[in-house]
């Protein structure tokens, strides 16, 4: 069964460091979605791409955070410089082309855990 | 604006008992409904979901879920639990003609011998 990569699974780091996450989308999936779950809270969306263009990214702190998917599939999530409140589990998702007004499935990824020191 | 409310942040069940974790959304029109779960460490795996039709929706690992339009609910109930369903459980809801989620704060589950 296809399933929604992801790279590194845990990241150390220091604060005001860089930090780079990567995601690999099932196959034929042209909707991409990475989330940030804090411990004990429910995903929330930072970033949804539809093909390579951002769809919606109004909770992304584009200050620090940025993310690109340059030819529709894989993409890189971003965070320069690092800070302390950005410890949590970053979660990445993909799904379906979306067929009118129809929700598709979104599959995630194992997600990668984020320690910033 | 769509929003989801787990009541329940820690559930306790004997295996073999029942289990139900309750879900309230607040959406103005007809909500696309999920529950996931989430083992320790782990990524969220789909349980079931409900688009439209029978209110009663039937997952995997045994789960299920009524919608109760009248109740703004989308509980979910599994007959006899067994100790590898300890995990968290996420309900969310999607808006229609969007493909975003909104997710509960998650009710933790522990399943005791």
């Known amino acids: 069964e296809a399933e929604v990569a992801q790279s590194p699974r845990y990241k150390i780091t220091e604060k005001s460091q860089a930090v780079a996450f990567w995601c690999d989308p099932i196959?034929?999936?042209?909707?991409l979605y990475w989330y940030r779950q804090i411990l004990g809270q429910g995903p929330e969306l930072l970033v949804q791409?539809?093909?390579?263009?951002?769809?919606?990214d109004s909770q992304l702190p584009k200050d620090r955070f940025s993310a690109e998917r340059l030819k529709g599939v894989d993409s890189t999530l971003k965070i320069q410089p690092a800070e302390l409140g950005d410890s949590a589990m970053y979660l990445c998702?993909?799904?379906?082309?979306?067929?009118?007004?129809?929700?598709?499935?979104?599959?995630f990824g194992p997600g990668t855990r984020l320690l910033v020191l | 604006a769509q929003s989801v409310t787990q009541p329940d942040i820690h559930i306790t069940v004997s295996e073999g008992a029942s289990l139900e974790l309750r879900c309230n959304y607040s959406?103005?029109?007809?909500?696309?409904l999920f529950w996931y779960v989430q083992s320790p460490g782990q990524g969220l795996q789909l349980l079931l979901k409900?688009?439209?039709?029978?209110?009663l929706v039937q997952g995997i690992k045994g789960f299920e879920a009524e919608f109760k339009r009248s109740q703004s609910s989308f509980n979910l109930r599994k007959p006899s639990v067994h100790w590898s369903d300890a995990a968290e459980y996420f309900c969310?809801?999607?808006?229609?003609?969007?493909?975003?989620?909104?997710f509960g704060t998650g009710t933790r589950l522990t399943v005791i011998p």
């Open positions: 969310a809801v999607g808006a229609f003609g969007a493909n975003n989620l909104f």
């Open positions: 998702a993909s799904s379906r082309n979306p067929h009118g007004f129809l929700q598709e499935t979104q599959y």
């Open positions: 196959s034929g999936h042209a909707t």
């Open positions: 959406y103005g029109a007809t909500p696309y």
């Open positions: 791409f539809q093909d390579e263009s951002v769809v919606d």
């Open positions: 409900y688009f439209s039709g029978d209110t």
